[in-house]
C-alpha cells in the first residue's frame, strides 16, 4: 500500500515561477526522500532528509520535514522547462520503502 | 558507469506463457528490488533482496518470483502472467548502510494480452 501521498497531483506553472510539492505520509519513518521521473523512465534521486533533519537544500532544490504533521514538501526555485516531470516522494523504514502517487508538474516556457 | 540494466525494455506477451525479465546492477550493492509502476497508483514494491538468496514479499507479490543467486543479478519471473499484470515494471538497488539512495532501471513495459 502507498505510504506517501503528493498534493497536488498535478501542477503547472511558467517558466521561472517556483513549485511547491507537498508529501504526507501515515507512520514513522528513518528518511524521506524525493524522485524524479521522466515521462515512462526510471526514477531519478533528488534528495534525501533524515527523520532528524528539518530542511534540506541541493541547487535550487529546497526540501522540508515536519515530522510531527507527517509531512514534507520539495520547492523547485526559478523552475524551468526542463523540470516538467513527475515528481515523488518515499518514505523508508527498516527495508521498506513506500513512494506516493506522484505530483506531475508541468513548466511552460 | 553505475547502472542498473534491465531487459527487455518492452515484452508483449499472452496470457500464461512464461516470461522473466532481468535486472543486473554494477554497484556491489546488496538491496535489491522490483517494483509495477501503474497510472494513479504510484510504485509498489513486489519483492525485494537483502542479499544473496535472500528475498522477501513487498505489497503486491502475487503471480511473481525472484530469485537472487548472484549479487549483481535479481530476475523476476512471471510463471502465468495475466492481463492484471501488464504495468511498467522497475528494478532497483542501493546499499544497505549509508546512503539509501536507490539507483533505478530504465523500466520494462510488460503488455499481457
Known amino acids: 500500500s502507498q505510504q506517501g501521498e503528493e498534493d497536488p497531483q498535478a501542477l503547472s506553472i511558467q517558466e521561472g515561477e517556483n513549485a511547491t510539492m507537498n508529501c504526507s ?25 533524515r527523520s532528524n533533519e528539518r530542511e534540506k537544500h541541493s541547487g535550487r532544490l529546497r526540501v522540508t520535514l515536519d515530522t510531527s504533521k507527517k509531512s514534507s514538501s520539495l520547492l523547485i526555485t526559478a523552475s524551468r522547462a526542463a523540470d516538467t516531470a513527475s515528481y515523488f516522494c518515499a518514505t523508508e523504514a527498516v527495508n521498506d520503502m513506500r513512494f506516493g502517487a506522484g505530483t506531475r508538474l508541468t513548466v511552460k516556457p | ?35 509495477r509502476q501503474d ?10 533482496s537483502m542479499n544473496v538468496e535472500v528475498t522477501d514479499k513487498g505489497d503486491v507479490p502475487e503471480g511473481y518470483k525472484v530469485s537472487r543467486k548472484e549479487k549483481r543479478n535479481f530476475p523476476l519471473i512471471l510463471e502465468s502472467p495475466s492481463p492484471n499484470q501488464t504495468s511498467l515494471y522497475f528494478c532497483a538497488s542501493r546499499q544497505t548502510s549509508g546512503s539509501y539512495e536507490q539507483y533505478f532501471g530504465p523500466g520494462t513495459r510488460l503488455t499481457v494480452t
Not at chain 2, 510504485?43 to 525485494?48: A, E, S, T
Open chain 1, 25 to 49: 505520509y501515515k507512520t514513522s519513518i528513518n528518511n524521506l526522500q524525493w524522485y524524479r521521473q521522466n515521462s515512462g523512465r526510471g526514477l531519478v534521486h533528488l534528495i534525501l532528509i
Open chain 2, 1 to 35: 558507469e553505475a547502472q542498473v540494466t534491465q531487459n527487455p525494455r518492452y515484452l508483449i506477451t499472452v496470457t500464461g506463457k512464461k516470461l522473466t525479465v532481468t535486472c543486473s546492477q554494477n554497484m556491489n550493492h546488496e538491496y535489491m528490488s522490483w517494483y
Open chain 2, 39 to 48: 497510472p494513479g497508483l504510484g510504485l509498489r514494491q513486489i519483492y525485494y
